[in-house]
Structures are given as structure tokens and as C-alpha cells.
């Protein structure tokens, strides 16, 4: 390429001659870089060529995590892209699950994930709280469960509770932090009254960690801790365990002093009957209801005996008689002495034959007309004027039975008493939980897997 003026030689791309000084001519220079094959890219070129590789890098990113996170439609995949720019809520619904691999879970034990007042609540002490929860409700509610459609050989975090928006372990991880805010905050209470275990709990929990060795060797375990994992799942210990336990226990104390303060009158009966009195209805309740009763028995069972060939056992008249001896004496041991409920209590739980009673003083609670008790049982308790201190001798297939009556209330005080206690209940809870409210931060919970089908 040349200068237009002196002809000089320039080089490529010079914009002033060397030679005469002066510039040289812009679109001369452009159409010789035309000829010359040389050709610029513009910059929305460039920017197209860009973009194109960004979106098929963002869409070889999104293949490759939707493979990972196992997402089976188009849609299921889009709704988790969307997820990741949405912030979630601190709520239980912060994770879809929380259920994470054994190491992980023992990794993540000591992490706190609540607070109330100056009480921490960390992972490990949390899968106590959650598993029991989740043992108390199937024990308790077991056949409500599986109608509603739970399957305890399947995970918790794979199936939907029709009790709230999201899957049974959202239910029973909510249900174990509120069981935690009401202890923690009612032991809080009690600490700041200055109250103090009484002497049967705290040996309890004095001799916590010999009670649990023991029952951890004769189960086959190797150690306390491997015992409760294999029910509370990886990341539990001993000290997790022992945690629990104080923290029920106290809280426990607490909230019994305060019921057992709760002093119903005459008229708050009649004012809750008055006010609750179609809903009580609804449920066949009225003032003309009848009683309810409170009977303690001890069961002698008749020996000896003959069965026939259809399987049914016949006794003889000596045999009864013998029966009815060894009752009787026992009706005057217990006569002879203070002859109070505690002792005939003491007496049941010694030599009931009841299996269902002879743990707890061979007491039946709530027993009216249509208790399916065998006849002369129930016809001894529902005698006119049947009233409690009254007591006994009656015979039955089963043997003879020492009676005694606990209590006797009319249906409607018993349920006015029970309607007025439980809102007493949740006065007591509320005041607690107000002074010492709960945080959470729900993205640090992590839950161990345990296995329901095989867990003892």
C-alpha cells in the first residue's frame, strides 16, 4: 500500500505517512484491507458466539444435575431449577428431606439447630426427640396411621401425611421440636423457681447409664450407643440419651405441679356443662348419662380343673371352694391391716392373677353399663348406690375377684372436669413457651435413617 500524496510505501494499517507527514486516506485503507483478504468481526458477532456457548454450557449443567437429583419428567425438572432461586421459608418445609447418609448424620451430631432461652438443641439430641415421637405415635395410633396411608417399611421422607402439606417426616420433625420447646421451656421454669428433682428421678437418672448397659448386653449390643442408634438412628449417644431424659423429667415435674395445683369448683363444672353443653351432647353426653366408675380387683384363678374333649374346663365344687378360701383370707389380710387404696394397691400388684391390671394396682378406669367386662363384674360395680370404699367378693369363670371401688362420678362432671383440665393444660404450656420461645434454623437439621421394619 502506498501514500496517495508522495507514493511512499506505508505499512499495513498506518494511518500517517512516514515520508510526507501527512494522514492517509480512511477508506483508501479499508478497501485495500478488502482486497488484501483481511476482514474484522463485529461485536455483535462476537457477543452471538458467546451467548451460543454459555447456553450450551447452562444446558449440559442442567442435564448432568437433573441426572444426579434422579428427576424423571421435564416439568419435575424445571419445578427444581425454579426451586434452587427460590427462597425457601424457615419453616419444616425448608428441605423436602432431611434425611442423610450415616456419616453425614454423625458428622452433623453436635450441630445446634434450636434454641430456647440459653438451651441449645443439636442433631444428636434431636433424633431422640424425633424417633420417640415417631414410636409414641405408631404404638399410640398405629391403625390410624396405616388407614391414612403410612407404610413404616417405606422412608418417612418419600410419603405424604394428609396432616399437613408435605410428607410424615415433616409431621413427626414438627411434632418432635414442639415436644422439645415444651419440655425445654417448662424445665427453664422450674430451673428459675428453684424447683428440684424429687428423689425417684433423679436416681433414675443417676443410674441412666447402668440401666441402659445393662439392657444394651442383655439385647446383644456391643455398647449403649449402638443400642440407641439402632432405634434413634446414627449421630445418637449416651449423652444425647441422658439429655432427653433430665429435660423430660424436669419439665415433666414442672407441668404436674402446676396441674396438680388446679383446684375445679362446683360452679366451674356447671358454667364449662352450660357452655360446651350441645357439643358434649354431640358426643352422648348429658346429665342424664349415668356414672362412671373406678374399680381396683384382685383376681384369684381357680386351680385345677378338666377339659373335654371340646376343649372347655370344668372344675369341681372343692375346687371353687378352695378358691373362694384363698380369696376370702386374702380380703381378711388386707381388712386386718390399714385397709386403705394404697395398700389394697400393693396387695393387687403382689397376687393379681389379672395380667392387665397387676402393674398398676389392679385399677380400671371410665367404667360404665357398656364396659365389655363379664357380667357379674360389671353388675358388682353398677349396684344402686355403688359408692367409693365399697368392696368385695364375687366369683366369675375366671375365679374370684376381690372388689374395690376407687371412684364414682356422673358422666357429665367427669367430662367437664376433663374439658376444664385440658384447657388448664394448654395454659400451662402457653406460659412457658411465651417466656421462652423457640428458634430454629431448619436448614442445619439432619436426620439419621432407621429402618421401622427391622427397628425392635
Known sequence: MKCRNCKAELEKGATVCPSCGKEVNQEQTAKESESTGTKKIKTWQLVIVIVAALVLLLSLTVVVYWSIIGVKSFDEGVQSIVNLFTPRENNVFYKDSYSVSDKKAMDKREEVVATVGDQELTNGELQIYYWMNVYDFLNNYGYYAVYAGLDYTQPLDEQQCPEVDGTWQHFFLDDALSGWHNYQAMALMAEKEGMKLDEAM????????????????????????????????????????????????TGYMYFSDRYNAVEITDEMLENYFTTNEETLKQSGITKDSGNLYDVRHILIEIE?????????????????????????????????????????????????????????????????????????????????????????????????????????????????????????????????????????????????????????
Open 304 to 456: 385345677g380343673g378338666t377339659k373335654d374333649e371340646d376343649g372347655n374346663m370344668t372344675y369341681t365344687d372343692a375346687e371353687w371352694e378352695a378358691c373362694r378360701v384363698k380369696a376370702q383370707e386374702l380380703l381378711d389380710e388386707w381388712l386386718a391391716g390399714e385397709h386403705t387404696e394404697e395398700t389394697f394397691a400393693e396387695m393387687a400388684n403382689k397376687h393379681s392373677a389379672d395380667t392387665g391390671s397387676n402393674t398398676n394396682g389392679g385399677l380400671y378406669t371410665d367404667l360404665d353399663k357398656d364396659t365389655t367386662f363379664v357380667d357379674e363384674f360389671v353388675d358388682w360395680y353398677m349396684a344402686e348406690d355403688r359408692k367409693a370404699g365399697d368392696y368385695g367378693l364375687i366369683k366369675t369363670s375366671y375365679g374370684y375377684h376381690i372388689m374395690y371401688c376407687s371412684d364414682v362420678e356422673a358422666e357429665w362432671i367427669a367430662a367437664a372436669r376433663d374439658g376444664i383440665m385440658n384447657e388448664e393444660s394448654a395454659k400451662i404450656l402457653k406460659a412457658a413457651t411465651a417466656q421462652f420461645p423457640m428458634e430454629v434454623t431448619y436448614k442445619n437439621i439432619v436426620l439419621g435413617v432407621v429402618d421401622l421394619s427391622t427397628s425392635s
Open 202 to 249: 433423679q436416681e433414675d437418672l443417676d443410674t441412666l447409664r447402668e440401666t441402659l448397659a445393662t439392657t444394651a448386653v442383655d439385647n446383644g449390643f456391643s455398647s449403649i450407643d449402638a443400642m440407641l442408634q439402632s432405634d434413634m438412628g446414627p449421630g445418637c449417644t449416651y449423652d444425647d440419651y441422658y439429655s432427653y431424659m433430665k429435660v423430660y423429667y
